[in-house]
């Protein structure tokens, strides 16, 4: 059983944080501060603690150097880079979206020629044998056509882009006939016939 | 935005890194807390409320203390090697010194040795110098929870066996030192008056 000396000094121990914090009020300082100098045992607990808190509070901050966050700096870089991207995607979005109010033949019509361009440019490449790869590597310049070959490659765009179109008329001809003109021919026909057959029944009975 | 960002780390880069040192007591790994609390930044940058970023940095600092803590509790042999080479170098450092450095040593050992929040809140609070306010933003917790843990904390630490024998023993050293110095005087002084 603790002594009443005893639970004292246990409930004074307990208040050394508050006093070192300045938490306790004013006559508790004092009670605390007068039971401290008379017992040795509060005495040397309370240097104590007040050696350590002081001790931590000494403890110094530590300097982070450039050197640690080089790569931080480097991230944010490429960060950077990767924010503008993400603005061209959106770009990419906007136009995307723009071109679904252009007309669906215009688009059609408009890939198909890009199509007709890439097969002639492919085409071009395959007939036109690489003399020597050599001095293609070596040469960073643009390369240049004669006004001649300028002229060949557009004159075979054009009769490439007049059959594109050709095909196009064809096949709008073709869904045409197969869907509107021959539905509607035989309806016609059709009823046609049916009153063809009426006519040659007689009527039995009046109109109503 | 990145002006802003590097603005933000030049103003939070040593609290953070003082604080994942002194909770791990090793430099390399409290350098890659630093580098993974200011990464983190960079990625969550749109989403922080600004006028919080103190406390959201420490406690974003505070969870990755958590997890390197894990990842190197199979690692604590070394880490104890680690502390006994300091010690030793302690040891073999200038005498007059030797107190003081082997008891800051053995102090901060004490810290990294606390549970947390403990360890987190002394850190904070005593070593940092935040106020209760933030700590209650960094780590979650209510003010009263701050203050009892704080207290807690700081008796753990004066619980510490082995500080509380440097420091009865620098006690110790201090009384004796005081006597042979006494007795040096006395002794020249009798000599003096002998010649």
Known sequence: MPSNGESKCYFMQLQIDGYL??????????????????????????????????AVMELPQIECEDFVLEPIHSLTAGGSQAKEGVHRDSLVTQIAGLLNFVPLYFRYGFSAALVAVVAVAISLNVVIPIEEPETLVASDSVEEFSPQDIALALQQLNVAIDYLNQVSQRTEVMIGDRFLVTPLQDSINASFQRASIREDVPLNDGPI | M???????????????????????????NAEDVTQEVFIKLWQHWQKIDHEKLGAWLMRVAHNSVIDHVRKQRPQQANLDHYAEVEDQVGKESDA?????????????????????????????????????????????????????????????????????????????????????IALVANTDKGSGHAQ
């Open chain 1, 21 to 54: 914090d300045g938490d306790l009020s004013e006559a508790q300082e004092g009670v605390f501060m007068s039971h401290v100098q008379d017992c040795l045992a509060c005495s040397s607990e309370f240097r104590y603690a007040q050696t350590l808190q002081d």
């Open chain 2, 96 to 180: 007059n010194q030797f107190d003081q450095q082997h008891f800051k040593s053995q102090l901060q050992n004490a810290i990294k040795s606390l549970e947390d929040p403990f360890r987190s809140i002394v850190i904070m609070r005593d070593i940092q110098g935040m106020s209760y306010e933030e700590i209650q933003g960094s780590l979650e917790l209510s003010a009263s929870q701050v203050k009892v843990y704080l207290h807690r904390a700081r008796r753990k630490l004066r619980e510490n066996s082995k500080l509380r024998q440097l420091f009865e023993e620098q006690i110790a050293d201090k009384s004796e030192a005081k006597q042979p």
């Open chain 2, 2 to 28: 990145r002006a802003l960002y590097l603005q933000a780390i030049d103003q939070h880069r040593h609290r953070i890194l003082s604080f994942a040192h002194y909770s791990l007591r090793v430099r390399e």
